[in-house]
């Protein structure tokens, strides 16, 4: 069957030679520049090592300078997929969303009717442009000079006028001969509703023709010059020229300047696709009158694959850039994402540009920021994380959020970063200062510098200090040995002070990996920090002798190990605490309060360090690791000694 004209010149404008190509082959870094559509790989049709498959995604056609294959989508299609043209049509017209010709009986009649409403549209084009020099036209001259417009650039974006009345165009058009329902079905007119003649779409307005890839005007966008009309912008109807869900304003020259190595820039209106592509950012494009879909963000991947959303500063361009997420985090692509370029509040670019200059815009989309970190602020703006319920909270909303992704490797980078954007909220007291009692309550001070020599040896030192700082050094000896306890202690740990500097960095690597990647957690710290911290902590001779030490691997004394130190830690830890407020409160009256809270903290200090104590009065350690109670391990060797010596009797 023959397809109808037009229809694979179409097929052509809505596929990406490259996305096409790329399903089968994988392209070579070092020779391609995808910025401009140029990509190398091993040729898929014979086997070779070396990068001689050349596409030009411009152009749409490929060739092997191995083998010389060559061709365009539709061939490439055919070879791999060995398929038949028609077949090879019909795999394409779907993946590009377009309607195959031999299912609609009325294809042939549709493009040339497409072709009718084009040659309209170019009509009206020229309609317009003209009614924008006449003096009806004076107030749309002024309003664009002071947007900056000089007549080159007016020339250049074919910027028009549509007159008030409401059949200025109709009349013009009939009197050219143009049948009344393709004035309508070209968006230009509408039908009265009233039984009265068909009327102008647009009246009184700016306008700005929109073309496609191939630089067919497909509709018109206005802006209203009456500052009481309902719609500031209005764009044409859907028409079989137009599907505005599947169009991008300046489309056809963005895709040429970011091929000569422009960032792809997506701004929010005709204006400031304007003033942008005249301050020298060519490659700026803006959906029509409607949030990004998700035909348009492939149109975008096609040109580049990390376009610039470049929104207004308030709170509606805020929202556009949170539609754009939820849109894209399913569609994410290794080599495909977005950024963020946020004006400085209540400005659009067009603003910034007259305010600032070009040099102000090119700042801010250098300073555009990766799609997770707006997602990071979403979620976290003017909240506070002060409960275990509401930073609970805070991590299921991004996991969903993330569970979006479908991309594996995409999945797990973002994970990571959300996991790094956490630590940083969550943890910035720990490089600032630390709780250090001075005798009255809430007082923060710097923790002390300790000397090399007495960091070489923490046992040199004496006092309350220095126990805590034992405990601290078994408690992450014990975590870095055996990582599988950590989950169960991370609260705990996440509250030592380790005023020990390189105690704080090894406690800090224990809670960010640890739980997630226990395996290599050593390895970690060495990459972190090198071998220093984690040999000074191990040559302790306090760890040295530690059971968990010596029994890596263990979970069970791990545990017992870990839950003994940690107690103990709260235990003193409370005490102090006691005291500093008591000293506080003490007035030179006797207060039996007072007294009373010193001896129960004092009380909970003691029985912390008496359980081990008590725990080897009544229990041992088996070479296991399990404990025995003393007097059930007596009475078994008694029975046992007389059973052996009831054998020995003759």
Known sequence: MSLPPGFLDELH?????ASVVGRKVMWDARKSNQGKGDLWAPCPFHHEKTASFHVDDRKGFYYCFGCHAKGDALSFVKETENVSFMEAVEILAREAGMEMPQRDPKAQEKLDRRAQLAEIMEQAVQFFRLQFKTVAGSAARDYVARRGLDTAA?????????????????????????????????????????????????RNRIMFPIRDVRGRCIAFGGRAMDPDDNAKYLNSPETLLFDKGRSLYNHGPARQAAGQGQPLIVAEGYMDVIALAEAGFGASVAPLGTAITEHQLQLLWRIADEPIIALDGDTAGMRAAMRVIDLALPMLEAGKSIRFALMPEGKDPDDLLRAEGAKAVEAVLDAAIPMVRLLWQRETADKVFDSPERKAALDKALRERIKQIKDPSIRAHYGQEIKDLRWQLFRPQRNQSQWTPQGKRGKWAPPPVASPETRASILASKGEDTLVRVREAVILATAILTPQVIVHFEHQIEELECRDADF???????????IDDPLSLQERIRETHGDGPLEKLMSLRHVAISPCVRRPGDVELAEMTLAEELAKLNAQRGLTAEIAEAEEDLDGS????VTWRLKEAAEARNRAHRSQNEDRAVFEVAENGARIDRSEREAFEAIMAGINFARKRP
Not at 13 to 17: G, I
Not at 509 to 514: D, F, K, S, T
Request: hydrophobic share 40%; charged share 30%; no cysteine.
């Open 504 to 514: 704080a960095a090894l406690r800090d690597v224990i809670l960010r990996h640890g």
């Open 13 to 17: 404008s809505r596929t990406s030679l």
């Open 154 to 202: 007016l020339d250049r974006w074919e910027i028009g006028f549509a007159p008030s009345g409401w059949q200025n165009l109709w009349d013009h058009l009939r009197a050219k001969g143009v049948a009344e329902d393709l004035i309508i079905d070209a968006g230009l007119g509408k039908p009265s509703s009233k039984g009265g003649r068909p009327y102008d779409t647009f």
């Open 590 to 593: 006797t207060d039996e309060a």
